[in-house]
C-alpha cells in the first residue's frame, strides 16, 4: 500500500487487519487524505472488506487506494453526491470533527444500490492537532433500512386505519344526528331495548318513560299498530322479509300523535342460531304522511275538473310503452275501466287508419322536440265498433339527460257533433248548383259558423275556467314539489291553449267579419309604454334591450280602437323578441301624413334578429304559416298572429308589410288611419314637462349597465356622471362642491353594496340627503324595499330601464304626474281591502265555476251567495241586499240575459250586475249592456281584470279594513265560520262558499 499521509505504512497496515475482522460484520473501512486543503485533491483508501461488501468495479485486482473522482464515479449514487461533499467540505473547513450519512453505493457483487452509513472523523495527533486525513467506516445497512421503512409504513397504516374508523364512527354518529333519528339495540331473547337519546326528542317522553322493554313503549301506541309491529317483526326473525319495518302512529307527550317508522335487522345470533339481537332506528314521518293525505286531496280535486271539462286524459310511460287512462277516456270508447290493456300498440289500433299518419307525424314532433305541443283531431274506435271524432293534446312532461323523452300527459275530448255540423254543411254546398241557393247556403252556413264559434268558445272556455281556476286554487295550498310541478305544468300549458284559442276566435271574427273596431280616446305613449312593459321580463331573461320612441311631430292623444292597435304593436314585438337571440328591439312611431283630424302614422318594430330568406317572407302573412315549416323547428307558435296584425291594419285603414335579410335583422311596418283627440280630459299634465339642467350621478359595477342608463338618462336632457362602486361614489361627492339632484345607486356591487354605501353617505353631514336616491336592482325589489326606504330611499326601480319605465319614475319623483295616473295593478293592490265584506251574488249553473269563483272572492274577503239559476238570482235579489251581482249568460231555467231584464223591471235599476261568462264575442258584450249589465267580464277568469271591474262598481265601505271586514263574514267566501280557528280561511279543506247555494 502506497503511503501517501502521515500516518505511517503500518499503521495502515493494522488498519487493514481490522477491516478484515469487521467484515463478517459488513463494516468496510476508509480513509481520505488531503494533498492540499480541497477536497477534489483527496485521495480515498479502502480496506479489502470494502471491496469484499461491494465488488471490484473492473476485472482489475482491488487497488486500495484511488482518487475521489473515481471513488465517486464508481460507487457513489448521483442523488446524493451534493450532501456526501458538502458533508466533507464542512470537515475540511473545521466545521465539524465528525461526519455521519446515510446514502446509496453501488454493489458490483449484488448488482444493485444499497443503502449505507457513513461515519467520518478527523483524525488528530496526539498533541490535538489536526492532520488533513479522516478516518472512518461504511456499514451495509440495506436490509435494516427496509425493515425500517416496512415496520414505519405498517405503523402508518395503522394510524390511517385507526384514524378511518374513527372518522367512520363520528360521520355515522353526525348522520344520526343530522337526520334526526332515533336508534335502538333489541335483545330479542330477553325483550330488553335500548334507546338512543333522539328518541325523547322525536316522542318527548323521557328514556325513563319509554321503558327498557319492547312492551313498555306499547303504551303509546294504539292497539291496531302493535299488532301490525308484532307481525313485521316475527315476519323478519323467521326469514320471510329482509328488514323489519313497519309504520305506526305513536302519542307524544304533548297529546298530539306522530307517524313514525321503525326500519331493522337482525345482526347477532345464539350458538342455537336462534336470532338474539336487533339493530334499528325510528324516523319521524309524519310529513310524509300529511304530504300523502294532500296528494290524495288534490288528486281528487283534478279528478273533479277533468270531470267537469268532460276531458279524457292519458299519461303514457314511454320506455315501458304503457298508457293509464282516467274513466273519462273509458266512457267516451264505451269501455269499461280495465277492458284495455294500455299498451301503445293497442292505443295505435283504436286510431282510424285515415288518420294515423297524420296522428304519428304530429306525435313524433313533440316528442323530438319539434314541437312544443302534440294536437291533432282523429276518430278512435269504440268499443261497439264506431268511431268518435276527438280533439288530441298532449305534451311532454319528463325528458332524460340525454334529452330523450320518458313521459308524456295528455287528454282528449269528444267533439263528434261538432265535427258532423261542418261535415253537413259541406255536403250540402256540394250539392248545391244554383247561385241563389249556394248564396243562401253560404249566409246560412256564416251563421252556423258564427254560432258554432260563439257556442264552441263557450263549451271551450268552461272548461278552461275550471282548469285554469282550480289549478289556481290548488297551488295556493300546501304542495310538494312534484305536485307544485305538475300543477304548474298544467296550468302554462291550458294558458298557452287559451291563448291560441283567443288567436282562433278573432280570425274567426274576421273571417265572419264580426268583428268591430271601437273608437275611444287614448294615449299614444301609454299604449308604447305598456307593450314594453308587458314584455320587459321575456327580452330580460333573453338579456335584449328594448325601447321605443314616438317622433316629436307625432300626435299623442288620438282616437281610434287602442286595444286593436295594442295587439298589432304587441305581436309584432313579441315575435322581435322570440327571434332575437342578443342585440335590442326597438319600436317606433312617426307622422306620415295629416289630411284635417286624420293622420296616418308609420309605426316600426326592429330587431337584431335571424333575419328573413325572400322565400319566407313571401308566406309571412298567411294564416297558419311560419317562416320556419321545416320538421326542426325552433320556434313554437301558430302563425296567427301575423294574419291577425294584418288584417287589423288593414281594418284601421293601412298596410303591413316586412323588409329582412337572412342574419341582418328584421324590420316588420304598419301603418294605420287615426283621428287626433279633441277630448281636453286625455292630455296629460305630464305634457310639456322637461328635466333639462339636473345632474345625476349612477353608481353600478356593470359598465354596459352605466352606459345605458346614461344614455336614457341623456334623452332627458340630464347631465350624467358614472362610477363603477361605493367607495369611488363616496370619493366623488365629498370631493364635489355641487351636489347632485339624482343618484342612481345598484344594489348588488363588489365591496360595499348599495345598501351600505347609502348608509355611510347618510353617516357624513355634508353628504347627508343631497340628492334623490333611487335605488336599481336586477333582483326582486321586495327584498330590500323596507331596508331602502328607512335609508331614505325614494324609490326602488327593477333592472331593465327602459325609457318608460324610467320617465314614469322621474315624473313620480317630481310629482308631475298626479296619483290618479297610477297604473291600475297597483290601484287594484291598495284598494282591494276597501271593498272587504261586500255581498256578491253569484249566478252560475256549473258547479266547478261555482267552486273557483267563490273561492277566488272568499279568498279576498267577500260574502258570496250562490244562486243555482236566472229564477233563483231574482229572487235572491228580491229578498236580500248585494252589493255586485256576477251574473253567468247561458243557464237553464232562465238565462243570464232574461235574469237581468226581470231584476231592472222590479226596480232595481242601481245594482250593479256584471256578466262573467265564456261567450267571448262582441255581440255577446253588446247583448248583456243591452239587456242592462253594467259591465262584462270573460271566462277563463282573469283574477286581476276580476278584481278590477269589482272596484270600479262597489263603493269602499266607510272606514273599511282588512281586520273590521274579516269580522262580519258569515264563512260565506273565506272559508271561515263562527267559532272557526284562526287562519282556517288557508285550508284546502276549508269551506269554498256559503251554505247558501240553490238551484
Known amino acids: ?132 486525513s479522516f478516518g472512518g467506516v461504511v456499514q451495509d445497512i440495506h436490509t435494516k433500512r427496509l425493515a425500517r421503512q416496512v415496520l414505519t409504513q405498517a405503523l402508518q397504516d395503522k394510524e390511517k386505519a385507526s384514524k378511518a374508523l374513527d372518522w367512520e364512527r363520528k360521520k355515522l354518529t353526525a348522520i344520526i344526528d343530522a337526520a334526526n333519528l332515533g336508534t335502538f339495540d333489541s335483545d330479542l331473547l330477553s325483550g330488553e331495548v335500548v334507546y338512543s337519546p333522539n328518541w325523547s326528542t322525536l316522542t318527548g317522553h323521557s328514556l325513563a318513560e319509554l321503558g327498557t322493554t319492547i312492551s313498555d313503549r306499547e303504551k303509546y301506541v294504539p292497539a291496531k299498530d302493535i299488532e301490525r309491529m308484532k307481525k313485521a317483526l316475527a315476519d323478519h326473525v323467521a326469514g320471510l322479509a329482509p328488514f323489519y319495518e313497519c309504520d305506526y302512529r305513536l302519542f307524544h307527550q304533548d297529546g298530539s300523535v306522530i307517524w313514525a317508522q321503525d326500519r331493522g335487522r337482525v345482526v347477532e345470533y345464539d350458538q342455537e342460531g336462534r336470532p338474539s339481537r336487533l339493530l334499528g332506528v325510528m324516523i319521524d314521518v309524519t310529513k310524509q304522511k300529511v304530504a300523502e293525505q294532500a296528494l290524495r286531496e288534490s288528486k281528487e280535486q283534478m279528478e273533479l275538473f277533468f270531470e267537469a271539462a268532460s276531458l279524457g286524459t292519458w299519461d303514457w310511460n314511454i320506455p315501458e310503452g304503457n298508457l293509464v287512462y282516467n274513466d273519462i277516456f273509458y266512457r267516451i270508447l264505451g269501455y269499461q275501466k280495465g277492458e284495455l ?51 288530441d293534446v298532449g305534451k311532454v312532461a319528463e325528458r332524460g339527460e340525454s334529452g330523450e323523452p320518458l313521459r308524456m300527459l295528455g287528454g282528449h275530448f269528444d267533439f263528434s257533433e261538432k265535427k258532423k255540423l261542418e261535415e253537413d254543411i259541406f255536403v250540402m254546398i256540394d250539392k248545391e248548383k244554383e247561385a241563389r241557393l249556394a248564396r243562401e247556403l253560404a249566409e246560412e252556413s256564416a251563421r252556423a259558423k258564427s254560432e258554432f264559434l260563439a257556442n264552441m268558445s263557450h263549451e271551450i272556455r268552461t272548461p278552461m275556467n275550471a282548469i285554469l281556476g282550480l289549478s289556481h286554487l290548488v297551488l295556493e295550498t300546501d304542495l310538494n314539489d312534484q305536485q307544485n310541478e305538475y300543477l304548474q305544468r298544467i296550468s302554462t300549458a291550458a294558458k298557452a291553449l287559451l291563448r291560441i284559442i283567443n288567436d282562433i276566435l278573432d280570425f274567426s271574427k274576421i273571417e265572419a267579419g264580426k268583428l268591430e273596431m271601437e273608437s275611444a280616446d287614448f294615449d ?83 330587431d337584431t334578429g335571424i333575419g328573413l330568406t325572400p322565400e319566407q317572407r313571401e308566406g309571412l302573412f298567411q294564416a ?249 238570482a231574482v229572487e235572491k235579489v228580491r229578498e236580500n241586499k248585494y252589493d255586485l251581482v256576477l251574473m253567468d249568460i247561458q243557464m237553464p231555467v232562465m238565462d243570464g240575459l232574461t235574469a237581468t231584464k226581470t231584476i231592472r223591471e222590479l226596480g232595481f235599476s242601481e245594482l250593479p250586475i256584471v256578466a262573467m261568462t265564456a261567450h267571448a264575442m262582441s255581440s255577446d258584450r253588446e247583448l248583456s249592456l243591452k239587456a242592462g249589465m253594467n259591465d262584462h267580464v270573460n271566462k277563463p277568469i282573469n283574477v286581476k281584470e276580476l278584481f278590477q271591474t269589482l272596484l270600479k262598481w262597489i263603493p269602499p265601505k266607510d272606514g273599511a279594513s282588512p281586520a273590521s271586514a274579516a269580522e262580519g263574514l258569515e264563512g260565506a267566501g273565506d272559508g271561515k265560520s263562527e267559532g272557526a280557528p284562526p287562519g282556517a280561511a288557508s285550508r284546502p279543506d276549508a269551506p269554498a262558499a256559503s251554505a247558501e247555494a240553490e238551484g
Open 524 to 606: 299614444l305613449d301609454a299604449i308604447l309604454k305598456n307593450g314594453l312593459k308587458l314584455l320587459s321580463d321575456q327580452a330580460s331573461q333573453k338579456g335584449l334591450k328594448i325601447s321605443y320612441e314616438l317622433a316629436p311631430d307625432a300626435p299623442r292623444y288620438l282616437l281610434g280602437d287602442q286595444v286593436r292597435l295594442g295587439q298589432i304593436i304587441n305581436n309584432l314585438l313579441s315575435n322581435a323578441i322570440k327571434f332575437t337571440e342578443k342585440g335590442e328591439v326597438k319600436v317606433t312611431a312617426r307622422l306620415e301624413e295629416t289630411v284635417g283630424s286624420t293622420v296616418r302614422l308609420l309605426f316600426q318594430v326592429k
Open 341 to 391: 290493456d294500455g299498451s301503445i300498440e293497442e292505443w295505435e289500433t283504436l286510431i282510424h287508419p285515415d288518420d294515423e299518419p297524420a296522428a304519428s307525424a304530429a306525435l313524433e314532433m313533440c316528442l323530438s322536440g319539434e314541437m312544443d305541443m302534440y294536437a291533432c283531431e282523429l276518430r278512435l274506435r269504440r268499443k261497439d265498433g264506431s268511431y268518435v271524432w276527438t280533439y
Open 1 to 132: 500500500m502506497e503511503d501517501n499521509g502521515p500516518v505511517s505504512r503500518q499503521s495502515a497496515i493494522d488498519l487493514e487487519s481490522l477491516a478484515n475482522n469487521l467484515f463478517l460484520s459488513g463494516i468496510g473501512l476508509w480513509r481520505l487524505d488531503l494533498m492540499e486543503d480541497d477536497v477534489s485533491t483527496a485521495r480515498v483508501t479502502v480496506s479489502q472488506s470494502f471491496f469484499l461488501l461491494f465488488g471490484h468495479k473492473g476485472e482489475e485486482p482491488f487497488p486500495q487506494t484511488m482518487g475521489i473522482k473515481d471513488y465517486i464515479e464508481g460507487w457513489a449514487h448521483p442523488e446524493e453526491l451534493a450532501r456526501f461533499l458538502e458533508g466533507l467540505d464542512d470537515l475540511i473547513q473545521g466545521h465539524n470533527d465528525h461526519y455521519e450519512l446515510e446514502h446509496r453505493l453501488w454493489s458490483y457483487k449484488r448488482g444493485e444500490w444499497r443503502w449505507v452509513n457513513l461515519n467520518c472523523e478527523l483524525i488528530r495527533d496526539p498533541g490535538g492537532r489536526a492532520f488533513l
Open 624 to 872: 297558419f304559416t311560419q317562416a320556419d315549416n321545416s320538421i326542426t323547428r325552433k320556434y313554437g307558435g301558430t302563425g296567427l298572429g301575423l294574419t291577425i296584425s294584418k288584417r287589423l291594419a288593414e281594418m284601421m285603414g293601412g298596410q303591413i308589410w316586412c323588409e329582412s335579410e337572412k342574419g341582418q335583422g328584421s324590420t316588420f311596418s304598419f301603418t294605420a288611419e287615426l283621428k287626433i283627440s279633441e277630448n281636453p280630459a286625455i292630455v296629460s299634465s305630464a305634457e310639456g314637462i322637461s328635466f333639462k339642467g339636473l345632474s345625476a350621478l349612477a353608481v353600478d359595477d356593470n359598465p354596459t349597465a352605466l352606459e345605458l342608463i346614461k344614455e336614457a338618462l341623456g334623452k332627458h336632457g340630464i347631465a350624467t356622471t358614472t362610477v363603477t362602486s361605493g367607495d369611488e361614489a363616496i370619493m366623488y361627492l365629498e370631493k364635489l362642491e355641487k351636489k347632485p339632484d339624482l343618484i342612481f345607486m345598484d344594489w348588488k356591487m363588489p365591496g360595499l353594496d348599495g345598501l351600505e354605501t347609502i348608509r355611510r353617505l347618510n353617516e357624513k353631514p355634508a353628504l347627508k340627503k343631497t340628492a334623490l336616491i333611487i335605488m336599481v336592482t336586477a333582483y326582486n325589489r321586495d327584498e330590500i324595499l323596507g331596508r331602502a326606504k328607512e335609508l331614505g330611499v325614494k324609490k326602488v326601480l327593477t333592472k331593465p330601464l327602459t325609457d318608460s319605465y324610467l320617465h314614469d319614475a322621474l315624473m313620480e319623483l317630481f310629482r308631475k304626474i298626479p296619483k290618479t295616473s297610477q297604473p291600475a295593478k297597483d290601484k287594484g293592490r291598495e284598494e282591494v281591502n276597501s271593498i272587504r265584506g261586500a255581498q256578491i251574488l253569484l249566478v252560475e249553473d256549473n258547479e266547478v265555476n261555482q267552486l273557483v269563483a267563490s273561492k277566488i272572492l272568499g279568498n279576498a274577503g267577500l260574502r258570496v251567495t250562490i244562486a243555482g239559476d236566472g229564477s233563483v
